[in-house]
């Protein structure tokens, strides 16, 4: 085989395997894009049926506590004091 058409050969295989790692990548992107827009999807219907429920991503209450609404709290009510073994009575 001459010199020329050595490397003529060489170069298309090397081509061939650029074609065939170009390929590749290309249905790992195709794959990949398609795992996103599923993933997409997923979190598109959970954020929408938590809004329906009236719930933010995180939880089921709002962003606002209770202690801060007076709910879990009586609001004006001094605490129990811990009196001392020797106060009178």
Do not use: F, W
């Not at 058409?5 to 590749?24: F, G, N, T, V, W």
């Amino acid at each position: 085989m001459s010199d020329e058409r050595r490397y003529y050969e060489s170069i298309r295989r090397r081509a061939k395997r650029a074609q065939e790692r170009l390929r590749a990548t290309l249905e790992q992107s195709r794959l990949a894009t398609a795992r996103d827009k599923r993933t997409n999807k997923r979190c598109a219907a959970r954020d929408s049926s938590e809004t329906r429920l009236g719930r933010d991503r995180h939880g089921s209450r709002s962003s606002e506590r209770a202690g801060e609404l007076g709910e879990d709290r009586r609001m004006g009510v001094a605490p129990n004091p811990i009196q001392d073994p020797d106060a009178e009575r």
